[in-house]
Each structure stands twice: as C-alpha cells, then as structure tokens.
C-alpha cells in the first residue's frame, strides 16, 4: 500500500513538473542556482537606486546592476529566466520570440534621466548573443534621421514591439517613453532591425510624412500633459494623440505642447509606415 502511494506521489509530482514546464516554457531546474542569488542581489541593488539622492552614487549603482546583468544573460540558457522579483526593471519579448529587451532608467536630480537597456538575441536555440545599449541620446542631433546602433543608442523605455515583413526583411517597431526632463516628455517610434550576425540597427527610412522621410519619430509634449501612443491590432495600425501648442505663437516651444483630442495614425504598407491623419477613433481601439 506504501508502494503504490509512493508511486502515487512520483507520478504526481512529474505530472507538476512536466506541467510547469509546458506551461511556462522551460523546468525551474534548467536555470544555474546562481541566477536566483543574482537576483535577489539585483533586487536590494534596485531598492538602493530608488532611495538614492546622490547621482554619483545612482550611476555607481547602475553601473553594478550592469554587471550583475551581464553574469546572468551571458548565459546561453538565461533567455527565459525572467527576473520576476525586479519591480524596477522592464522586460519585453518580441512576438517572435527571437529576442528580448530587459531596461531601466536613472533618473538625476536635475529632472533628466538616462537608460539602461540589453538585447538578448536569440541566434539559435542554444545560442544567445548579448548586447548593451549605450544611451547617447543628449548627443545626437537631429535623431529623426540618424541611423544607430547600440553604441549610440537613443534611450527609451520600451513598452510594445510591432513585426513586420517585407521582401524578406524584418522590421520590428518600438514603441517607448522617455520621462526627458523637468518639462516636457516625449513619445517615440523606434525601428529595431538586425544583420546576420545579430547586430542591431536602430533607425531606418520607413517613417512617411507627405513628401519626406524619417528614421524614427518622436513627440515632444508638456510634463503634465498624458499622450496616447498605442497598436490597434485588429487594424494593424498605430494610433496616437495629434499634439499641437497651446497658442499659434507658441510653435515649436513643446512644454506648451499638447493633445488636442485629434487623433492620427501609421499603417504599414509595403515596407513604410505611412500617416493616416485625422481618424475617427470610435472605428478603433485606444489603450
């Protein structure tokens, strides 16, 4: 009788496991035990960032939870470990699965900020490539047309990724907030593409306004003011929040920007997100 309860308990304790498993994709057992230590480590390093009042001590403390990072995603089989403790830490898979971006910001005392940002990218099953994104954003001039690449990156806090395909080339599409400063914030449109090494591209000529072209947008618009950039699935559209002064003299000036409850739109269209203005929103779904 023993017997068979313990087969009993055996067989339901696999049944568990094999359903954990399925469930998420991997067995909790794969992982190194050293990623939990890291994590928990990564953990008290985030809730000392957060109470911190120094910047030199917040970027000292950015610079360590870098490290800790790159200990557990240069492992090949950490592409599903997902750090479910870190509060502070944003992570998004593309719909794909090839890929993964694991951020975070520092915020100065001043009222600007900068990110923190890994691609792990998955070359293989068994393969993973690592890359840290550079922030360089105060740096770039005129981003609406520049090309980058993880050197140079122009920092954002990501919150949705759109794939497309066109004429055998992938094209993923981020969409990202970044808190800027003490005035204004900004909206972003990022295109994300790589080679066949897995290097990463940020940019790419496919942004379509009347006659000109862009390699990202971005909107810049008061701090206090709350702008809707979102994808209508159904539509396959990006819908977002026309932004326009507060007066005609005041154009260009974009703390004084802000929605004026007008909405646009992007469609992807053979290779190019083209600019649908003026949509009647009730036909689509805002989040």
């Known amino acids: ?155 954002a806090l990501y919150y949705k990724i759109i794939h497309n395909k066109y004429k055998g080339n992938e094209y993923y599409t981020l969409l990202g907030a970044d808190l800027n400063d003490l005035f204004t914030k900004k909206k972003i449109v990022e295109i994300l593409t790589f080679d066949k090494k897995g290097n990463p591209e940020f940019g790419a000529l496919v942004f379509k306004n009347r006659n000109q072209a862009f390699t990202r947008i971005i909107f810049e618009y008061n701090v206090q003011a709350n702008m809707v950039l979102t994808y209508d699935k159904d539509k396959e559209m990006i819908i977002y929040d026309h932004l326009s002064p507060s007066r005609p003299s005041l154009v260009g000036r974009f703390e004084f920007y802000g929605p004026d409850f007008s909405y646009d739109g992007m469609k992807f269209e053979r290779g190019v997100w083209n600019n649908y203005p003026d949509l009647d929103v009730r036909n689509y779904t805002i989040e």
């Not at 909790?28 to 928990?40: A, L, M, Q, T, V």
């Not at 911190?52 to 790159?70: G, H, M, P, V, W």
């Not at 890929?99 to 691609?119: A, V």
């Open 1 to 155: 009788m023993c017997f068979k309860n313990m087969n009993l308990r055996f067989f339901l304790t696999l049944l568990i496991l094999f359903l954990i498993k399925k469930s998420f994709g991997f067995n909790p057992g794969d992982f190194p035990k050293y990623f939990n230590s890291i994590e928990d480590t990564l953990y008290l390093k985030f809730e000392l960032l957060a109470q911190a009042n120094n910047d030199l001590q917040k970027e000292t403390l950015c610079s360590e939870i870098s490290l800790l990072f790159r200990k557990v995603l240069e492992n090949d089989s950490s592409f599903d470990y997902r750090f479910r403790s870190l509060k502070h830490v944003g992570i998004l898979y593309s719909p794909d699965l090839k890929f993964r971006i694991i951020q975070w910001n520092l915020p100065y005392r001043d009222g600007t900020h900068k990110y923190f940002s890994f691609i792990q990218y998955q070359k293989s099953k068994r393969k993973t490539i690592l890359i840290e994104l550079h922030d360089k954003s105060d740096k770039i001039d005129k981003p609406e047309f520049k090309k980058l690449t993880n050197e140079n990156w122009y920092g």
